[in-house]
């Protein structure tokens, strides 16, 4: 079997890898400020300058130091070294860049890229199994249609040697799950919250189940909760570490045209399921299919042959990357509620009301956010070349600093892009304008 | 109310409108020999020199005198000027390619044009009714899915002033003038029999209503029967009349992407209608907007609004184009079975077996075709530059005169076309190959 080499580096828990482990207690993914202090001077020594409270070099301007503030306030909710320690050596597992199996895929995200990936379950070398794979994508409160679908979808690809990768909710996202492990194939839940947690509570087995032969992962470390906007941070790895991405079932609101967009943004595949133009749920789909141009498909052969006729990553034969290393259901973690957790997301963006864990309410992406990210949205522009940050500064009527903040927020979302001019909105189910 | 200017050239039946009735009872449309007679020498002395047997200047090659043959078969169910005469007096139309109504898509027919169109109904102008025209297509044995969404689609383009052309038969057809019908809007039938002849039988009232407001038209004259072949052979004017073509539920060789294919030709919209994936019917559909590029349509508006986009003939407001001229069901024209009827179609090639009057058969384009001209199209080759015409000959393993006159026949059906090689074979469902 292919894919069972490396991937052993995980159970040295290193300065560095310590270090990354640190940062993802320490800040949300995509965190602008985190990126460039590590990309400056490595984890260790980022970690360091938090604990310590200054930047190498000394002062730095009033955004840096707030971010500085932020973090510092999330210290006390870090684990000592051997806490992390004795994480791992109960099956949890750290895979951060400079790791073999870190998928090739993740690179493309730039300063986006997650400080590091915790992932529970039997996948030895997730690189490998990521190599030949698909996300499956769509609402959360899809229609029998769109669970049959999904299921049968995921079986085939499963079948066929390539490995289902989805988020882990109810709806499409379950049933890819459901399908691709009937057929005994590996699938991967990205979830959005710790690999500990439960999250929807109905899919606990479920979850157990994806780890059991697969794997769960997350760029949350083990203990954080959900929280809506995590929901979309969540979406770019999605897209990013699969080959291309199918959404099956979708409104036109649906937080899954946010992963499919992602995908495109990294152009990756993106391929959309048409059903009836009498249900709003394919909607999306629809208007992916005719707007974006995304690659129609109706059943997993097609799915894979758009794939082959793309290219990509070669892969070969990587059907079997799993090992059978103990199940790793459970795993440990800490799951006492932390300082940090829902609390002030990201950069400093109080969270909005946690989601509740419903299958029948749809996910738009808007709802993950504050009012002060809403009311910044609004005041963007949705067509032409963008507006700069004083404008928007005036027309949301809040600080410059607060509307900085969610400006970024909005960015890793994928529901702003910065352009030459400055800022415009990126509506779910609208088309990355030109420029 | 604009259109209802010229169209009164009908009345009188000169000798050259006269001959061009006369063709339509002598030949099936699409004769090679035919159209190159009449471009020759016009359709008044190509009436003549069939009445005497005689090519204007004398023999010519084998080809052309079983052509001639043919034509002379037919004479005897040709009426006499003042049979004609009294059919148009009884309200039925003739309308030939002098008329200023005449459609302007169908010059873009070149050689396969019509020899003239038989009408039948309330449209004064015939041309401004197809300015601004949608062909709704699709499977007899649609699916209620099918046939909602073909109504509602039919509904909505009427309310937007728009007229839906369609072939009248079960299913998608008979929804769609229902839809325009529920609307007031003009919708016209493309009848693959005379005008005066209900197809299907369980059609008959509908086609009443469609003639009421708007207009049943054919190419075969008035007590002509349907035949499988005539089918395909119709959906080139269906085609040519639109301004765009939408398949509304169709599988992957269902006779409506013949149509679609046709308009592709012709360089009109094709759009198509998603459906379920779990659903045959919604194959033909889901495949031409994967592999020809068809555009996705899921409402009138974005119907239109494709149009729109595309441009084309001005049109303006012709919404209402329909004359309150007397409803004019019913309608003249001998209903008594005429030599050539099914006999000896087209040109020549034996009639498959009639097609049944039913609802719940899929309409395959292929089984329009007599053995002969099946055994021909499965010797064409399905991909590559084409073949020389004696490989075919050998292929088939028929004579080089049978093979020449089904290949005619399956190149104006859509099925095989000439290369620069030779000839290709044109399956439902596959994209016309470049070159």
């Known amino acids: 079997v292919t894919g069972l080499s490396g991937a052993t580096g995980d159970t040295k828990l290193d300065d560095e890898r310590y270090a990354r482990a640190a940062l993802t207690y320490l800040a949300e993914p995509g965190d602008p400020w985190l990126a460039s202090l590590v990309r400056e001077c490595g984890a260790v020594r980022a970690l360091a300058a938090i604990r310590a409270g200054r930047f190498p070099g000394g002062k730095r301007g009033d955004a840096a130091e707030r971010a500085m503030a932020r973090w510092r306030r999330r210290l006390a909710g870090v684990p000592e070294h051997d806490q992390v320690a004795s994480q791992l050596a109960r099956g949890i597992r750290l895979i951060t860049e400079s790791d073999p199996e870190w998928p090739d895929g993740l690179a493309e995200l730039g300063d986006n890229q997650p400080y590091a990936i915790w992932l529970r379950g ?22 029998a249609y769109g669970t049959y679908v999904a299921a049968e979808l995921a079986a085939s690809i499963a079948a066929l040697g390539w490995t289902v990768i989805s988020g882990g909710a109810y709806g499409v996202d379950g049933a890819a799950h459901r399908g691709a492990l009937a057929r005994g194939g590996p699938t991967v839940a990205v979830m959005a919250c ?55 079932e979708a409104g036109s609101r649906s937080g899954a045209l946010n992963t499919a967009r992602h995908a495109r943004d990294l152009d990756r595949l993106v391929m959309a399921v048409p059903g009836p133009v009498t249900s709003d749920l394919s909607d999306g789909c629809h208007s992916i299919i005719r707007d974006w141009q995304a690659t129609l498909v109706t059943s997993a052969d ?51 009301q ?18 002060e990210a809403a009311t910044v949205l609004d005041a963007l522009p949705m067509r032409g070349g963008g507006l700069p940050t004083s404008d928007i500064v005036a027309r949301a009527g809040l600080e410059t600093r607060t509307v900085l903040a969610r400006l970024a927020v909005l960015t890793v979302c994928g529901l702003a892009e910065r352009t030459e001019r400055g800022w415009r909105a990126r509506p779910p189910g609208q088309r990355r304008a030109s420029g």
Chains 1, 2 share one sequence.
């Open 122 to 143: 039997a996948v030895t070398d997730l690189g490998a199994v990521c190599r030949r794979s698909v996300a499956v994508v769509g609402s959360r409160a899809a229609t």
């Open 194 to 248: 710790g690999i500990d947690r439960a999250y929807p509570m109905g899919h606990t087995e479920l979850l157990d189940g994806v780890a059991a032969s697969g794997a769960v992962i997350s760029e949350w470390p083990p203990g954080h909760g959900v929280a809506r906007l995590r929901f979309l941070i969540r979406n770019r790895v999605i897209a990013a570490i699969a080959r291309g991405t199918v959404v099956v």
């Open 302 to 352: 097609e799915v894979i042959e758009a794939l082959d006729r793309v290219g990509g990553t070669a892969g070969g034969n990587v059907g079997g990357t799993v090992g059978g290393t103990g199940g790793g259901a459970a795993g440990g973690g800490s799951s006492r509620a932390r300082p940090g957790d829902q609390a002030d997301l990201p950069f400093g963006v109080p969270a909005a």
């Open 354 to 371: 946690s989601p509740r864990d419903s299958p029948s309410r749809e996910d738009h992406a808007r709802d993950a956010l504050d009012p």
